[in-house]
């Protein structure tokens, strides 16, 4: 059995679209290399990660919140 050790990345504060664009980043890197990473996430201003089922329509014109979906979908 081959070990794989996780690869911490230290928490940063990002905007939605950022902390959404580093796992899609992430998720080929780790697909391609079979490289584990445990992250968290820390928003720089309220967010709302939305999922593939939901529409964006619920939360565009607030304002007040960062809006963005998961490249995964999930």
Not at 24 to 45: C, G, N, P, T, V
Not at 50 to 56: D, E, G, I, N
């Amino acid at each position: 059995m081959v070990k794989r050790d996780w690869l911490y990345l230290p928490n940063r504060r990002y905007d939605a679209a950022t902390n959404m664009a580093i796992d899609e980043f992430l998720l080929h890197k780790a697909a391609f290399k079979r490289q584990r990473f445990i992250r968290f996430y820390e928003f720089d201003r309220p967010a709302v990660i939305l999922a593939y089922p939901q529409s964006f329509n619920d939360f565009i014109g607030e304002g007040k919140v960062d809006v963005t979906r998961r490249s995964s979908g999930g």
